[in-house]
């Protein structure tokens, strides 16, 4: 089991810091976003349990060759207050540090994903005092505010939200692109992605590669949605909905939603878009995104 930790160990390490760096600067995703939002959840639920499964398959070591054997014998230890002679302080200080991340981590992801839901339910509430619902598009509101805004409020029950300067500056093929973009956000849940990837970068925001994760994650997604509005609509009427909102209201300009991305890096994939990846490539990077889930899951079970 020891050898098994510390492979766990150097895998939790390594993906929390250079690979999270290494694939935040990569390029290829921006040609396979669905492969690379698959790889970045790989990579955070591979991390985690790797960090927690190297304490803990170090810390039972002496009571069994496997996490399944020793689990039971620790928990007959535990019961009759009688301990291995190996069990020395070194496997306590591990048990115990697992058990401290391990709130670390599960506490941070509650508190983040706490205040998001007051945050959205608060939102919606006061959205339904002060929108307006839009008949013609169905779990549309309009804010009647002059600024060009649209974005989405995710959640059972989601809202698309436009404001009346949004519907003055936009002609319909054009506002077509940004609610096609907004539902594509809902209908895939991309609020759920990001979530775990704040919480993360929040649990250590000393780690740059955790902070970068974050970042790409939220480009990402916004990459997936353009891709999606873009097969309902046009390339030319995506952008021309950015530019149109950029021009009336440049303080808006940064994203069309809550995961605001740099504008000019959208526009020019919108309108140069890369060659998609080959199959092969696309096919290894999913199989990658299993792998990575399976070798902590293995080596937990198999120690």
Not at 228 to 248: D, F, K, N, P, W
Not at 290 to 300: S, T
């Amino acid at each position: 089991m020891n050898w098994a930790a510390l492979t766990l160990l150097l895998l939790g390490v390594g993906l929390a810091e250079p690979a999270s760096r290494v694939l935040a600067a990569a390029s290829w995703p921006a040609r396979d976003p669905v492969g690379g939002l698959l790889l970045w959840q790989a990579i955070g639920l591979s991390g985690g349990l790797a960090l927690l499964g190297s304490g803990l398959l170090y810390g039972l070591s002496p009571f069994g060759t496997s996490t399944p054997a020793a689990l039971p014998a620790a928990a007959d230890s535990l019961a009759s207050g009688q301990w291995p002679a190996t069990f020395g302080a070194a496997h306590q200080l591990a048990l115990l540090a697992t058990l401290l991340l391990a709130l670390r981590l599960v506490g941070v992801l509650l508190a983040v994903t706490v205040r998001t839901l007051r945050n959205r339910a608060r939102h919606r509430d006061l959205l339904d005092l002060v929108g307006t619902p839009w008949p013609a598009v169905p779990g549309t509101h309009v804010l009647d505010h002059p600024v060009p805004v649209a974005y989405c409020l995710p959640g059972l029950k989601s809202r698309l939200v436009v404001s009346a300067g949004t519907l003055n500056a936009l002609d319909p093929d054009a506002l077509l692109a940004v609610l096609e973009h907004e539902r594509a956000h809902l209908r895939e849940r991309h609020d759920l992605v990001v979530l775990p990837f704040v919480a993360w970068g929040a649990t250590a925001p000393f780690v740059r590669g955790m902070v970068g994760a974050q970042l790409a994650v939220a480009m990402l997604v916004e990459m997936r949605a353009d891709d999606v509005a873009s097969g309902c609509t046009t390339r030319e009427q995506i952008v021309e909905a950015l530019r149109r909102m950029h021009r009336a209201s440049p303080a808006a300009a940064a994203g069309l939603t809550s995961f605001s991305v740099a504008l000019d890096d959208r526009l020019d994939r919108i309108l140069a878009p890369p060659a998609p990846l080959p199959g092969a490539f696309r096919v290894l990077v999913r199989l990658a995104a299993l792998a990575l889930v399976a070798v902590p899951v293995a080596a937990l079970l198999l120690g």
